[in-house]
C-alpha cells in the first residue's frame, strides 16, 4: 500500500504562484512515478504531469508546459508541483497518484486539493 496527502490548498489571484505537495508513504517508493491530476467543475480529470521517482524523469500536459514544475524530494518522500503564472483556468482539485509509469494506469490516489484562482 502506498498513502498519499496532498497539501497547498489555496485561493490566488490570476498571475500568481502556488506549490503543491504530496507525502508519500508505504511500499518502496523507487519503483512508482508520480503523476499531478486535476478536476476541474464539471470536467473529467485529466493529466497534468508526471515525475519517476528513480531518475526523475518528467512529462507535462500542453497547457502547463513552462509554467508548472515538478519535483521530487527522495529524502522527505515528497513529490511537488510549483505552479506559476495561474491563471482562472487553472482551478481544479489536485490530486496526487502513484502507478507503475507515467502517464499511466494509476494505483494509489490521494484525496485531493482545491486550487482556486480568481481573475
Known amino acids: 500500500q502506498v498513502q498519499l496527502v496532498e497539501s497547498g490548498v489555496g485561493l490566488v489571484q490570476a498571475g500568481d504562484s502556488l506549490r503543491l505537495s504530496c507525502a508519500a508513504s508505504?511500499?518502496?517508493?523507487?519503483?512508482?512515478?508520480m503523476d499531478w491530476f486535476r478536476q476541474a467543475p464539471g470536467q473529467e480529470r485529466e493529466f497534468v504531469a508526471g515525475?519517476?521517482?528513480?531518475?526523475?524523469?518528467?512529462a507535462y500536459t500542453d497547457s502547463v508546459k513552462g509554467r508548472f514544475t515538478i519535483s521530487r524530494d527522495s529524502a522527505e518522500n515528497t513529490v511537488y508541483l510549483q505552479m506559476n503564472s495561474l491563471n482562472p483556468e487553472d482551478t481544479a482539485v489536485y490530486y496526487c497518484?502513484?502507478?507503475?509509469?507515467?502517464?499511466?494506469?494509476?494505483?494509489?490516489w490521494g484525496k485531493g486539493t482545491l486550487v482556486t484562482v480568481s481573475s
Open positions: 497518484a502513484a502507478g507503475s509509469r507515467v502517464y499511466g494506469a494509476m494505483n494509489y
Open positions: 508505504g511500499r518502496t517508493l523507487s519503483r512508482y512515478a
Open positions: 515525475i519517476y521517482w528513480s531518475g526523475g524523469g518528467t
